[in-house]
């Protein structure tokens, strides 16, 4: 799902979407702590503890054999012309009774609510025992979570004037018009849009911790479509570097924007000044960007190593995996070639899935998903990593949760219950020091391919993916091909893979996921490098059968 | 609904009239509320994964003053909040430029539309534990069979609340006249309530070799039968399993009204996107409703009046049917998009209409609409089938080409081949590259339209319902095979 300011509303208040005029914050929010009601105070506020610890105790009361409950304060800043500030809290209370879970929310932060929650996540989970068994084996706590963190970024986003954000948007608009007339092109429809929100959310639950958070995520919108004024043709350009990130301000005033907008404008100049080739389907060998080698990545290894998925826990929702038998295939399986080697993290600096402890108050580890080639990891949550147990007895590895329990991070953030979410994930790059250029020189002849999009199945297993598409001749770019796919099936491809882009030319790319049900948002960030592959599948996307 | 779950008439009328006592000076003040209540439950591997209640409220302020507008956005409903909303309104309001007085300032005609029942007391009064015992019995067959099932039940309901002319009428969108006397803010105040149930559900082979979904979605929770969808869903995954591969090419397909309304989103699609039916768009040569250009007048022009699809279909949407209900906050008269094959409607707004049609009213994109049929049976498509195949539903449809809607998708839980007027084998599903306008162009048989599984999923109060028949239609494309299940 590309990130939009669209997407960002979607899940939230229709009423968000529909209003086409500015706002600024409506300050103060206010909690009920005491015997009146007060502006909502900061989140390391200790009475936000006992606020957590009545609802702890409730849940217990009532039967919880375990609780959590987080508390969710977010600020959300849109600017697109004009401001639009959205403001809200949260709350979440999550039981466990006999194996089974039960989850409440609501917006009020008061003494009563949380032992209304409590008791309504209880009465949930008891519902649903009905005399079966379901075995909940949560794994243990690396650390019980305790302390506050605040997100480090180098400009906090709502520090900066809205009207100083609009004209900084304005102004690279109006760079972007000159240079695409500069180039005698016309610009059209060009918009920017600056998104910047805070997370702030408290988490506690039965095991002992208490923790608090502060995190930014900044992206931007920023969108032009070039058009050649001789042949008609058009180009569309979203910048990359403004994709979601774990950032402040600097985002937008600290990245070379200009510079990828130019870069932009001369691929475009370049793509439409080359001869059209019509497509010759048959096998090639191909180069790809690092654009699309994150978009392929996250969904293909990245989808397809959520545990929940592995076992059909989304078989309604988002659907299942390839990796489909985890015990039997972790370090076994050969996900693709021996030099394909996947980490995933939540701890990168700026990642777009960055935590510092996650929503199950797990503090994020490190972890490889892809070793030499082999399966190696699934990212689960800690209940998820109960239903591996038959896999770390025969290996005798310790279960160590990963942190990748995530409860949606939009404006309702705090309402939904944690599910797997894609950690960042980065991929090793190669040693020798190529980039996008290189490997089209290497590759001698064959096709390019820049930004793809990809189409997955519901099993993140066969794939169809589109991009700007060029002919490659004696390592150089020689036309342009309309309507050119790659079709192919994940280990397939990744078997495939015949050279990676060394360490420079890796580029972080952020990206929004929904799952579940009902469905919820997340972010993540992967770090790629081009790529070469051999002898793939090349189609025409447009032709029907 | 006075249990708290929703706020009800008097709730939302005195947050009306708390903020219209804090908005200070003159000007519009108009006020939109909504809250949610969602009782859920989540199954997977045969037992409940999650049950939860959920609820939330989200209140916008809009302050009008000299032309000039602002908002703020609060999900807190006390005093002070709602009062730093309405100073917020404010701030934003005086701080915009001064707009010029338009057409689309002047005062709005009288609609007075019926409001449809879309409140469901089975939804709303569906407890915590009918929905435990529910999915224990849409489990029961799967779990003793050994197949493994994984579903969804949902019930919801949304209380929304408009007072004052504010950013709607600004937007064209719900449209009161204003009162010939002043009258308090909450005398004006349109209140309404709808419900939605959700039932789906995915029944696998452990060994992930067959795949069976069955789901519907409806406003009243009495005329979801879950039994009958999980029977349905465990029959498709029996009768899926070990599939055998067969050659891509053009098939004489039939397909559920499931599939159909799959392919048709990509026509009519559920969400705030842009739909293929933007009039604006289409005159700016986008989409699939452009003729071309005139290059006498110097502008674009559009399909409108002209036959685009087969004359025995008709796409539109009425106030009155009972099976659809309308969006809160749009205007409700009926619209015929397509009228037996023939292109009727591009929507606009009233930005859109003001200037360039000379109305007031805008022909907004609803999320749900009826598609008429005919009266064949599945069964009987069929029969009158020497070879094709059976789809079930489509899944991951991504548009390649707006000028078309040529999109590409798989199909997902039961594809079937039919030789000689009977279902012989289970396939592999495929891979194709078709479009709902391509489609509807080829189509044989139609079928009885029937509500579909089409519900909002994410919590707005408002409902995507669709109507929609089962159809068999020729030189369907599957252009490869896959081996996923």
């Known amino acids: 799902m590309p990130f939009t300011r669209r997407t960002f509303l979607r899940t939230g208040a229709t009423t968000a979407a529909t209003v086409a005029v500015a706002s600024v914050v409506p300050r103060p929010l206010l909690a009920h702590l005491g015997r009146v009601p007060e502006p909502v105070p900061p989140i390391q506020d200790t009475r936000l503890k006992e606020l957590t610890q009545r609802a702890l105790d409730a849940a217990k009361r009532a039967g919880a054999v375990y609780a959590d409950v987080r508390l969710t304060h977010l600020r959300m800043r849109i600017v697109q012309g004009d401001p639009r500030d959205i403001e809200s809290m949260t709350v979440g209370v999550r039981a466990l009774v006999n194996g089974y879970w039960g989850f409440a929310t609501s917006p009020i932060w008061s003494f009563d609510e949380m032992e209304r929650l409590s008791r309504e996540s209880v009465h949930q989970a008891k519902t649903n025992i009905l005399g079966r068994v379901r075995d909940v084996d949560l794994a243990p706590l690396p650390a019980v979570a305790t302390g506050h963190w605040d997100m480090p970024v180098e400009i906090d986003p709502f520090s900066i004037h809205p009207d100083e954000i609009s004209d900084y948007l304005k102004s690279l608009m109006t760079f972007t018009m000159a240079r695409v007339q500069e180039v005698k092109f016309s610009a059209e429809q060009i918009t920017a849009a600056s998104i910047s929100t805070i997370r702030e959310t408290a988490f506690a639950s039965t095991d002992g911790s ?22 008609y043709q058009s180009d569309s350009h979203h910048l990359e570097l403004l994709l979601p990130a774990a950032m402040g301000w600097e985002l937008f005033k600290r990245q070379p924007l200009r510079d990828e907008i130019e870069q932009r404008i001369a691929e475009t100049v370049e793509f439409t000044n080359l001869p059209q080739a019509p497509v010759d389907v048959g096998r090639y060998n191909i180069a790809i960007d690092a654009s699309s080698m994150s978009r392929v990545l996250s969904s293909t290894i990245g989808a397809a190593t959520e545990l929940d998925r592995a076992l059909g826990y989304e078989a309604n929702a988002s659907g299942t995996s390839y990796l489909n038998d985890p015990t039997e295939m972790l370090g076994t399986y050969k996900i693709g070639n021996p030099f394909l080697n996947v980490t995933a993290n939540r701890t990168e600096p700026k990642g777009a899935a960055t935590v510092r402890w996650d929503d199950e108050g797990v503090a994020p580890t490190d972890y490889t998903i892809v070793n030499g080639g082999v399966l190696s990891e699934f990212s689960a949550t800690r209940e998820g990593a109960g239903w591996l147990k038959d896999y770390y007895n025969k290996t005798n590895t310790p279960r160590i949760p990963r942190g990748c329990a995530h409860g949606g991070r939009d404006i309702l953030g705090g309402t939904y219950a944690p599910v797997v979410c894609t950690p960042n994930l980065a991929i090793t790059p190669g040693n020798s020091p190529r980039n996008f250029d290189d490997c089209i020189r290497e590759l001698g002849n064959g096709i390019a391919f820049r930004r793809m999009q990809f189409n997955m199945d519901f099993q993140q297993l066969n794939g169809l993916a589109t991009g700007k598409a060029y002919e490659i001749k004696n390592g150089k770019r020689t036309a342009a091909i309309g ?7 994940a280990p397939e491809l990744w078997r495939s893979l015949s050279g990676l882009g060394g360490a420079e030319s890796a580029q972080r790319f952020g990206m929004t996921t929904s799952k579940g049900e009902p469905p919820q948002m997340a972010f993540h960030s992967v770090t790629a490098v081009p790529a070469m592959f051999k002898d793939v599948t090349i189609v025409d996307v447009m032709r029907k059968a | 609904m006075s249990d708290g779950r929703i706020l009800s008439r008097e709730q939302c009328a005195d947050i009306v009239k708390r903020v219209a006592g804090f908005s200070r000076g003159d000007g519009e003040t108009s006020v939109s509320i909504q809250s949610a209540w969602n009782g859920e439950l989540r199954w997977a ?29 609060t999900n807190q409903i006390d005093d002070v909040s709602l009062e730093a909303a309405v100073r917020s309104a404010e701030r934003v309001a005086l701080r915009e430029p001064r707009r010029e007085p338009t057409d689309l300032d002047i005062d709005l005609p009288v609609f007075e539309y019926p409001v449809p029942t879309i409140w469901s007391n089975a939804t709303f009064d569906a407890t915590a534990e009918t929905r435990g015992s529910l999915a224990q019995m849409l489990t029961q067959d799967a779990e003793t069979r050994s197949m493994l099932s ?44 709808l419900t939605q149930g959700q039932c789906s559900m995915t029944v696998r082979h452990p060994k992930g070799t067959g795949s069976g979904w069955a789901g519907l979605s409806s406003f009243d929770w009495n005329t979801i039968d879950g039994a ?15 599939p055998v591969r067969i050659e891509p090419g053009r098939y ?21 996107g842009t739909s293929p039916f933007e009039r604006s768009e289409a005159e700016r040569g986008k989409g699939p409703f452009v003729l071309g250009p005139d290059p006498m007048l110097g502008i674009v022009r559009t399909k409108l009046g002209l036959k685009v699809i087969d004359d025995r279909i008709t796409i539109e949407h009425n106030y009155t049917d009972p099976q659809l209900g309308v969006v809160p906050g749009l205007g409700r008269h009926p619209i015929t998009w397509i009228d037996k094959g023939v292109l009727r409607t591009l929507n606009y707004d009233r930005q859109y209409s003001a200037p360039n049609l000379n109305e007031t009213v805008g022909a907004f994109m609803r999320p749900s609409y009826r598609m008429s049929g005919g009266t064949t049976t599945i069964e009987e498509m069929i029969a009158s089938t020497p070879r094709g195949l059976l789809v079930s539903r489509f899944s991951n449809l991504n548009v390649l080409d707006e000028g078309s809607l040529l999109a590409t998708g798989v199909t997902r839980d039961g594809l079937w081949l039919i030789e000689n007027g009977k279902i012989t084998k289970a396939v592999n599903n495929m891979r194709i590259t078709e479009s709902p306008l391509f489609v509807l162009n080829q189509i044989e048989e139609l079928g009885v339209p029937v509500p579909i599984f089409r519900p909002e999923k994410y919590v707005l109060p408002r409902l995507t319902p669709a109507v929609v028949p089962s159809l068999k239609a020729r030189d369907f494309s599957f252009t490869s095979t896959i081996d996923a299940v």
Request: aromatic residues 8%; glycine residues 8%; charged residues 20%.
């Open chain 1, 210 to 231: 208490f923790c608090t958070q502060r995190q930014y995520l900044s992206a931007g919108d920023f969108n032009f479509t070039m058009r050649n004024p001789v042949t």
């Open chain 1, 483 to 489: 309507g050119l796919g790659l079709l192919f099936r």
């Open chain 2, 45 to 73: 591997r045969n037992r409940t994964s999650l049950a939860s209640d959920r609820r939330n409220i989200f209140v916008i302020v809009k302050r009008r003053i000299k032309q000039k507008n602002g908002d703020a956005f």
């Open chain 2, 150 to 193: 994984a579903g969804y039940l949902e019930m919801r309901a949304a209380a929304f609340a408009e007072a004052g002319n504010g950013s709607d009428a600004y937007q064209g969108m719900a449209a009161r006249p204003k009162p010939a006397t002043p009258e308090p803010l909450e005398a004006g105040m349109q209140y309404g309530a």
């Open chain 2, 228 to 242: 009958t969808l999980a029977r349905r869903a465990l029959e498709k995954c029996l009768s899926s399993l070990n």
């Open chain 2, 252 to 272: 004489t397909v039939v397909l559920d009204p499931q599939a159909v309304g799959d392919l048709v989103d990509l026509l009519m699609p559920p969400s705030d």
